[in-house]
């Protein structure tokens, strides 16, 4: 299991309003949001689009919304689509890791790992505002993993160019992962992933 160390924490002085919190890379947010229980079960407003779009300064509207579901030991990824993306796990546990792989950025090849989980009892959830050209994955800790990602563009409307997806075990990015590289279940997709470098250079 990796150290929790590693995983980034939503500490006071990263936050941003009452649910947004910045991270270690540009333009990444964190977003939590607060349950309202009762005898039913819970509520909960997850987000309100405002809160991202004053701080993207652009308007972030869902075209599509996306459902993976993943047994223990599934990683997906690194992907980096040519859109905005809104993602939450809930259902079991994931670590997310998150690289910035867009070479105009100040934290350029920067690596963030999250911890995201569903439990109906706690009082609060986590999401990620994930913009476009930050490759992320994500990681089966404690499965079976349901995760949801709302993108603003159409699958079908992608430019080829932006589809890019970065191996997992990529040198230069150094990721740690949870699971030895012979445990971890690939779609074939990701298994013949290239590096960074090697995607640079095309």
Same mark, same amino acid.
């Given at each position: 299991?990796?150290?929790?160390?590693?995983?980034?924490?939503?500490?006071?002085?990263?936050?941003?309003?009452?649910?947004?919190?910045?991270?270690?890379?540009?333009?990444?947010?964190?977003?939590?949001?607060?349950?309202?229980?009762?005898?039913?079960?819970?509520?909960?407003?997850?987000?309100?689009?405002?809160?991202?779009?004053?701080?993207? %300064?652009?308007?972030?509207? &869902?075209?599509? /919304? +996306?459902?993976?579901? *993943?047994?223990?030991?599934? #990683?997906?990824? !690194?992907?980096?689509?040519?859109?905005?993306?809104?993602?939450?796990?809930?259902?079991?546990?994931?670590?997310?890791?998150?690289?910035?792989?867009?070479?105009?950025?100040?934290?350029?090849?920067?690596?963030?790992?999250?911890?995201?989980?569903?439990?109906?009892?706690?009082?609060?959830?986590?999401?990620?505002?994930?913009?476009? %050209?930050?490759?992320?994955? &994500?990681?089966? /800790? +404690?499965?079976?993993? *349901?995760?949801?990602?709302? #993108?603003?563009? !159409?699958?079908?409307?992608?430019?080829?160019?932006?589809?890019?997806?970065?191996?997992?075990?990529?040198?230069?990015?150094?990721?740690?992962?949870?699971?030895?590289?012979?445990?971890?279940?690939?779609?074939?997709?990701?298994?013949?992933?290239?590096?960074?470098?090697?995607?640079?250079?095309?």
């Amino acid at each position: 299991m990796l150290n929790k160390n590693l995983f980034y924490q939503p500490e006071a002085d990263l936050r941003i309003s009452e649910n947004v919190f910045r991270t270690q890379i540009q333009d990444l947010y964190y977003l939590t949001y607060t349950k309202k229980h009762d005898q039913r079960g819970f509520f909960a407003e997850m987000l309100k689009m405002p809160a991202i779009e004053n701080l993207t %300064g652009q308007e972030f509207k &869902i075209q599509q /919304l +996306n459902f993976s579901y *993943s047994k223990t030991k599934v #990683v997906r990824g !690194l992907h980096a689509e040519g859109w905005n993306k809104l993602v939450a796990v809930v259902d079991g546990e994931a670590c997310c890791v998150l690289a910035d792989v867009r070479q105009n950025s100040e934290t350029f090849k920067k690596v963030v790992y999250f911890k995201l989980n569903f439990d109906p009892e706690n009082e609060t959830g986590q999401m990620l505002y994930i913009p476009q %050209g930050v490759a992320n994955s &994500i990681c089966s /800790l +404690n499965g079976p993993v *349901s995760y949801i990602y709302g #993108v603003d563009k !159409l699958y079908k409307n992608r430019e080829a160019k932006d589809n890019l997806a970065i191996s997992i075990f990529d040198p230069d990015l150094k990721i740690q992962w949870p699971f030895t590289k012979e445990e971890i279940i690939l779609s074939n997709r990701d298994q013949q992933a290239i590096t960074l470098t090697e995607l640079l250079k095309k």
